[in-house]
């Protein structure tokens, strides 16, 4: 099975950070774009932020621009979003997914590219 195991996720106050971290299993992340999608209750997936394979393409949503960061470390085959000054529409569940389509991030971010998609990581941002 290939898919993703997201981890790092769990309560936080408002203005606080998290890390969390996404592990391939199955595949080599190296090959990938990979992104960090959300979905907060009653809402669509969405994207967060996505990262090249090789080029360090990067993406990020007009939301979390300045107070995400996404990373990766292809000889761990993980890749990271470390969240700074969280806030309580950050709430949601964080997805990993892997594109199959292409390997730079562009302007534009599809959903339907990516899969291999894990259980997800819950955070919850409350004072």
């Known amino acids: 099975q290939v898919h993703f195991v997201e981890s790092g996720g769990g309560p936080v106050q408002p203005g606080g950070s998290l890390r969390l971290s996404c592990v391939a299993s199955?595949?080599?992340?190296?090959?990938?774009?990979v992104g960090w999608f959300r979905q907060a209750p009653g809402k669509e997936r969405e994207p967060v932020s996505c990262?090249?394979?090789?080029?360090?393409?990067?993406y990020y949503a007009d939301s979390v621009k300045g107070r995400f960061t996404i990373s990766r470390d292809n000889a761990k085959n993980t890749a990271y979003l470390q969240m700074n000054s969280l806030k309580s529409e950050d709430t949601a569940v964080y997805y990993c997914?892997?594109?199959?389509?292409?390997?730079?991030?562009?302007?534009?971010?599809?959903?339907?590219?990516?899969?291999?998609w894990g259980q997800g990581t819950q955070v919850s941002v409350s004072s």
């Open positions: 990262i090249g394979s090789k080029d360090g393409s990067t």
């Open positions: 199955g595949f080599p992340l190296a090959d990938y774009a």
């Open positions: 997914g892997a594109n199959l389509m292409r390997t730079t991030i562009g302007a534009e971010i599809r959903a339907y590219e990516y899969a291999y």
